[in-house]
């Protein structure tokens, strides 16, 4: 069956197309997909997985034509970003 796999890191973005046996998990299609070797930074131990935007857990088996994303771990904690209030930009010609 033909399933994708996706990836972006800070400086570019992979999507790959593969064959992988009916009934594969995830976690095999990513091992199939050498996604690995080309960044071998991803630890999908931390790292969270998901089909078609839905985190999934690497024992999923996968459907024909489905996507698997694989998501980089957030740098900023949302709780110590200060959010940007709109009012506050600086575009304003004012």
Known sequence: MNVGIAYADANQ????RLEVPDG???EEAINLS??????PHIDL???KVGVYGKIVGLDMT???SDRVEIYRPII???K??????????DDDDD
Not at 13 to 16: D, K, R, S
Not at 80 to 89: A, E, I, L, N
């Open 76 to 78: 900023a904690d949302p």
């Open 13 to 16: 973005q992979v999507w790959l």
């Open 34 to 39: 050498g996604i690995l070797k080309r960044f």
């Open 24 to 26: 594969s998990s995830v």
């Open 45 to 47: 131990e931390k790292q």
């Open 62 to 64: 996968l459907q024909e």
């Open 80 to 89: 110590t970003v200060k959010r940007r209030d709109r009012d506050d930009d």
